[in-house]
């Protein structure tokens, strides 16, 4: 479980002498909950999140334990370090929207015919409650071909769950080689 503290301030000067001691910025927020400003040890924050089973973690803010899921970041244009994360809780029977991950299974038969595999996208949105949420939606890619394309109305449909993005977007495709 991730160890966090509850940030006193959320001025200017000391946000920067936060992050000065290696720590990352983040909002904690959830429907009827109040927004808890807090920060995690940059190291471990991202330890954790590489390391998760599944799209909601724990982590333990002040005594406080809760699940919670990555909304959204913010990362310094040049180095590209985290500066910001906005984590939401993960309230079960509450419906919101999250960001599934992707993963192709299977070799293409494109591959032998000099072509590459393209994952346009790698998170898909959907609208759900947190105990219908799937870890991952895992997509056969063998049968493909060059020039064959995956789009999000050729998924099967998973009890409920909605996905929000468009039907006609590519999700995968294989594309040729240069």
């Given amino acids: 479980m991730l160890e966090g503290i509850v940030r006193e301030s959320i001025g200017k000067r000391s946000t920067k002498a936060y992050r000065r001691d290696g720590y990352l910025i983040a909002n904690i927020y959830g429907k009827g909950l109040?927004?808890?400003?807090?920060?995690?040890?940059?190291?471990?924050?991202?330890?954790?999140?590489?390391?998760?089973?599944?799209?909601?973690f724990g982590v333990n803010v002040a005594g406080n334990e809760m699940n919670v899921v990555v909304q959204g970041y913010e990362s310094h244009p040049v180095s590209g370090n985290l500066l910001h994360v906005d984590l939401m809780v993960a309230q079960a029977g509450v419906v919101t929207?999250?960001?599934?991950?992707?993963?192709?299974?299977?070799?293409?038969?494109?591959?032998?015919?000099?072509?590459?595999?393209?994952?346009?996208?790698?998170?898909?949105?959907?609208?759900?409650?947190?105990?219908?949420?799937?870890?991952?939606?895992?997509?056969?890619?063998?049968?493909?071909?060059?020039?064959?394309?995956?789009?999000?109305?050729?998924?099967?449909?998973?009890?409920?769950?909605?996905?929000?993005?468009?039907d006609r977007v590519s999700i995968l495709s294989i594309i040729k080689a240069k």
């Avoid at 927004?35 to 089973?53: C, G, L, S, Y």
């Fill in 97 to 166: 929207h999250y960001h599934i991950p992707v993963k192709p299974v299977g070799t293409p038969i494109g591959l032998k015919n000099k072509g590459m595999l393209h994952v346009s996208k790698k998170r898909l949105r959907v609208k759900t409650a947190i105990e219908n949420l799937p870890n991952a939606i895992e997509i056969n890619v063998a049968p493909l071909d060059l020039g064959d394309s995956i789009l999000l109305r050729d998924l099967e449909k998973i009890e409920n769950v909605t996905f929000t993005d468009s």
């Fill in 34 to 56: 109040e927004n808890i400003h807090a920060a995690f040890k940059m190291n471990d924050f991202i330890r954790t999140v590489r390391n998760k089973e599944s799209v909601a």
